[in-house]
């Protein structure tokens, strides 16, 4: 099983809200990530996950706050957003290798619009 | 990790091979030279890799030059499922983990 899930696949909320993004992935992968693509744009790294462990943050704002509460679960809080914060949410693991050939799978994203 | 430049666009009729270029002149001796694409309305997919010598697996080939400052993805008969964005990215072995998205080939299939 080569999948990445996320739910929901869209989410709209107010900027007063408070919702969370989930992602799951089941192939054993230790390392995890989050991405935001705004329209017409590429993906854009916003968190990376090591073995549970906050690795990089991307100098991302704090009303987005990430969690990894176990090897195949990522969460991504958010809270008091803005309406520039619409965008695909995208969630992403890889196995941790050494070399250069790692790979990542994406799952399909959460299109999120805050209105 | 180093740059990498793409054609924003490029058109292929359907059936016919579709040949999408790279330059990334600054690349590395140890550089992993990666490409993903993205449909529609989904997230990126991993289509192949390659260090130095040419690779072939069920999606696609990737020719890379002999000095390596440029390598070609090849989709050997497009189909109109093929059309998405290709993106062609370097990845060095112990550097941080993330993918480094730059623009990327909008590539559009002809019926």
């Known amino acids: 099983d080569t999948e990445v899930t996320q739910t929901p696949k869209h989410l709209v909320m107010g900027m007063t809200n408070k919702k969370s993004l989930k992602c799951e992935q089941h192939?054993?992968?230790?390392?995890m990530y989050w991405y935001k693509q705004k329209a017409k744009k590429p993906p854009e790294l916003m968190f990376v996950?090591?073995?549970?462990?906050?690795?990089i943050n991307e100098s991302v704002p704090s009303r987005f706050s990430p969690e990894c509460p176990n090897s195949s679960l990522l969460n991504l809080h958010l809270h008091a957003l803005q309406p520039e914060d619409s965008a695909l949410y995208l969630c992403?693991?890889?196995?941790?290798?050494?070399?250069?050939?790692?790979?990542?799978?994406f799952g399909p994203g959460t299109r999120l619009l805050v209105l | 990790d180093a740059k990498t430049t793409q054609p924003n666009s490029m058109e292929s009729n359907e059936e016919e091979p579709v040949h999408l270029p790279c330059n990334h002149s600054?690349?590395?001796?140890?550089?992993?030279i990666h490409w993903y694409r993205q449909l529609p309305s989904q997230g990126p997919e991993y289509v192949i890799h390659?260090?130095?010598s040419n690779v072939n697996n069920r999606m696609a080939s990737l020719a890379i030059a002999e000095d390596r400052k440029s390598s070609t993805l090849i989709l050997h008969r497009a189909t109109l499922r093929d059309a998405a964005v290709y993106y062609c990215?370097?990845?060095?072995?112990?550097?941080?983990?993330?993918?480094?998205f730059g623009s990327g080939t909008q590539l559009t299939v002809l019926p």
């Open positions: 990215i370097l990845r060095r072995p112990g550097s941080a983990r993330q993918l480094t």
């Open positions: 192939m054993g992968h230790r390392a």
């Open positions: 992403a693991s890889s196995a941790l290798t050494s070399g250069g050939g790692e790979t990542q799978y």
């Open positions: 390659g260090l130095t």
């Open positions: 600054t690349i590395s001796g140890t550089d992993y």
């Open positions: 996950y090591s073995y549970e462990k906050l690795s």
